[in-house]
C-alpha cells in the first residue's frame, strides 16, 4: 500500500513517516500544497495524510482541486484540537476522516487501515483468503494458524494482493502501489517478491494471468 503524507512540519512528518513505513506502507512525503498538490494529481495512491495548514496552498484547497479533478482517494486530515471548522471544511471538501493533533499514532494507524478497507469494500481488519489470513492491525500473516514470516515487502505485496482477492492485478499497478516515488522501480523485482510469497504460501496461491498481471486465488 503506498501513501502520500503531506505536513509541513519537518520533525512530524520525520516521525510519521517513519511510523507508515514501520507499519507496512510506501511512503511519499510532501512538504507544501503545491507538490502535495502534483503528486495527488499524478501518482496512485491508496491513501492520503494531509495536514490543513500548509505553505504556498493550503490543504483544504489541494483536496477541493483533486475532488474538482475527480481523484477519490482515501484522505485523512490532520487538525488543530479546537478547529471544530476546519474539520467541518475538509469533511465537506470531500475529507474522508479527520484526526486532531496531538493524536496518538495507533490511533493514526487505525484510522488509515480503515479508509484503505472501506475504499475496497472490506468491514473487518483482518483479511481472508480460504485458509489465509492477514492481520493488518499486526502485520502478520498465518495459514490454517501457522505464522508465515515474510519481508516488509513480501508483506506489502501480499496485503495489495488480499484487498484485491480474485481481481487481476497488472504488474504495472503494483509497481505503483508497493513502491515509494523515489525507490527504483524494477518490474523484475514485482516476478521475484511474487516467486517467495509462491514458496511460502504455496505454488498455486498466486496465478500469473499472462499478459495480464496475478491474481490471488480464491478457493472455491
Not at 509541513?8 to 512528518?13: G, H, K, M, Q
Not at 507508515?20 to 496512485?44: M, R
Not at 498466486?206 to 498481471?213: A, F, H, K, Q, Y
Request: some cysteine; glycine content about 8%; hydrophobic content about 40%.
Amino acid at each position: 500500500m503506498r501513501v502520500l503524507l503531506v505536513e509541513d512540519d519537518p520533525v512530524l512528518r520525520s516521525q510519521l513517516q517513519t511510523l507508515l513505513e514501520q507499519a507496512g506502507y510506501a511512503v511519499d512525503p510532501a512538504a507544501d500544497g503545491q507538490e502535495a498538490l502534483h503528486l495527488g494529481a499524478t501518482e496512485p495512491y491508496d491513501a492520503v495524510v494531509l495536514d490543513l495548514g500548509l505553505p504556498l496552498m493550503d490543504g483544504l484547497t489541494v483536496l477541493q482541486r483533486w475532488r474538482a479533478q475527480g481523484r477519490t482517494t482515501p484522505v485523512l486530515i490532520l487538525t488543530a484540537r479546537d478547529s471544530w471548522h476546519e474539520k467541518v471544511a475538509g469533511i465537506d471538501a470531500g475529507a474522508d476522516d479527520y484526526l486532531a493533533k496531538p493524536f496518538h499514532s495507533e490511533e493514526l494507524l487505525a484510522r488509515l487501515r480503515a479508509l484503505v478497507r472501506r475504499s475496497h469494500g472490506l468491514a473487518s481488519a483482518l483479511l481472508q483468503c480460504g485458509d489465509l489470513t492477514l492481520d493488518t492491525r499486526s502485520g502478520t500473516v498465518t495459514r490454517s494458524g501457522v505464522h508465515i514470516a515474510l519481508t516488509a515487502h513480501e508483506y506489502r505485496l501480499l496485503a495489495y494482493l488480499m484487498h484485491r482477492a480474485g481481481q487481476v492485478v497488472s504488474r504495472t499497478d503494483l509497481i505503483e502501489h508497493l513502491y515509494a516515488q523515489d525507490f527504483d522501480r524494477d518490474s523484475n523485482t514485482v516476478e521475484v517478491f511474487v516467486g517467495r510469497l509462491r514458496r511460502k504460501l504455496g505454488p498455486a496461491s498466486i496465478e500469473t494471468v499472462r499478459g495480464l498481471g496475478y491474481r490471488l486465488v480464491v478457493p472455491a
